[in-house]
């Protein structure tokens, strides 16, 4: 046999005798593969995004097919802001820093549809028993020493907000009194003023703050004159029952170039606007699923109590299972208790009652139980 051949007919053999090539692995049913890009102002952050995106991507016919339910809005954003949770694994591909200090990451992450749909109709579920939160937002902005009638800042976060599907307090029903008010307890940081009037108007959460535009001063390019300004902001979120702050978000310095002066400071207010209302909105959203769950603070209020009693209860409460932390203040026979749970409010007073003799709960909301100690 000519060598030629010889060498053919041993490829043959040697091909036939090795091991067949294992069969591509695919993931088990309800199980989906999605490679995405992510970017943040950190790794950690553009991993989030990233996460996001392969969730919204992976369970997008779910996603699509629950569109013209109602709430969908606030359901879908609340789900996707868990994302990290339908995520049976991931991995980081690549990674880079742009020229303007962005992160941005490739992910390839393996989604669980079946933890989706189970959140998504759990969250559905919790919505329809207590409803969607309503929102007061209250800014005081100013260019330069001028207040501005209509926040740049405000009307940003109120945008993000209505797109997630949460109620706003309209601005134009709040009285001009209580306008002056809250420009006032806003201007001297004294947020319990600012809850008195969140609560007057039926809100579960209000959200305050500054915002300000100031003059960076003129340069002449190419003939023409150019006005600089630069914004920074400052804004916090608490809620409306409890006082409790969700989220402080301090804007960075974003500047704005215009020939017309006003123009160049709204430039920088609303670049400003941007990066503080998508983060008060990513706050909120979390706060938000915690609240849905039960997680989170609850306040206990106990009126008639003596100081003995008030020792005893925080001892008694510490010792509640799902009761993580007890933080507490006495005055005026009034016990005043902050309490991080893994429970509702209604779960932990059940608890609360049979673990304390002598405790008649009077109301319970949401997140704060009102109790008097028997006679």
């Given at each position: 046999m000519p060598s030629r051949l010889m060498t053919l007919a041993a490829c043959l053999a040697l091909l036939a005798c090795a091991p067949s090539a294992p069969a591509q692995q695919t993931q088990p049913a309800g199980l989906k593969d999605i490679t995405v890009t992510g970017a943040g102002s950190?790794?950690?952050?553009?991993?989030?995004?990233?996460?996001?995106?392969?969730?919204?991507?992976?369970?997008?016919?779910?996603?699509?097919?629950?569109?013209?339910?109602?709430?969908?809005?606030?359901?879908?954003?609340?789900?996707?802001t868990r994302a990290q949770g339908f995520v049976t694994a991931y991995k980081v591909l690549t990674k880079a820093q742009t020229a303007d200090g962005v992160w941005e990451v490739r992910v390839k992450a393996t989604?669980?549809?079946?933890?989706?749909?189970?959140?998504?109709?759990?969250?559905?579920?919790?919505?329809?028993?207590?409803?969607?939160?309503?929102?007061?937002?209250?800014?005081?902005?100013?260019?330069?020493?001028?207040?501005?009638?209509?926040?740049?800042?405000?009307?940003?976060?109120?945008r993000q907000l209505l797109q997630s599907g949460f109620l706003l307090v309209n601005k134009r029903q709040i009285k001009a009194i209580d306008q002056k008010d809250l420009a006032a307890a806003v201007a001297e940081d004294k947020p319990a003023k600012i809850q008195a009037i969140a609560k007057r108007y039926g809100a579960q959460i209000y959200i305050s703050g500054t915002a300000n535009a100031t003059s960076g001063g003129q340069n002449v390019i190419g003939g023409v004159r150019f006005h600089a300004y630069e914004a920074e902001a400052n804004v916090k979120c608490y809620r409306s029952d409890t006082a409790q702050l969700l989220s402080s978000v301090p804007g960075r310095p974003v500047r704005g170039v215009d020939r017309v002066w006003r123009s160049a400071a709204k430039k920088a207010?609303?670049?400003e606007a941007r990066v503080v209302a998508a983060q008060v909105r990513l706050d909120i959203l979390r706060f938000w699923v915690d609240a849905?769950?039960?997680?989170?603070?609850?306040?206990?209020?106990?009126?008639?109590?003596?100081?003995?009693?008030?020792?005893?209860?925080?001892?008694?409460?510490?010792?509640?299972?799902?009761?993580?932390?007890?933080?507490a203040k006495?005055?005026?026979?009034?016990?005043?208790?902050?309490?991080?749970?893994?429970?509702?409010?209604?779960?932990?007073?059940?608890?609360i009652v049979e673990a304390i003799k002598g405790l008649e709960i009077t109301d319970v909301s949401q997140n704060v139980i009102k109790a008097k100690r028997s006679k």
């Open positions: 950190t790794v950690d952050d553009a991993v989030r995004d990233a996460l996001r995106k392969a969730v919204e991507q992976g369970a997008g016919v779910f996603i699509h097919s629950q569109s013209k339910m109602k709430d969908f809005a606030i359901i879908k954003d609340t789900t996707l989604v669980s549809l079946l933890r989706v749909q189970t959140f998504w109709g759990e969250v559905k579920a919790l919505l329809d028993q207590v409803g969607r939160p309503k929102i007061m937002v209250f800014i005081n902005e100013k260019i330069g020493a001028a207040t501005v009638p209509d926040s740049t800042v405000q009307a940003r976060i109120e207010l609303d670049g849905l769950g039960g997680h989170g603070e609850v306040q206990l209020h106990v009126e008639g109590c003596t100081f003995k009693q008030y020792v005893d209860l925080k001892k008694a409460l510490k010792q509640i299972k799902g009761v993580e932390d007890v933080t006495y005055h005026n026979k009034i016990a005043e208790c902050s309490i991080r749970s893994s429970l509702n409010a209604e779960t932990l007073g059940e608890k």
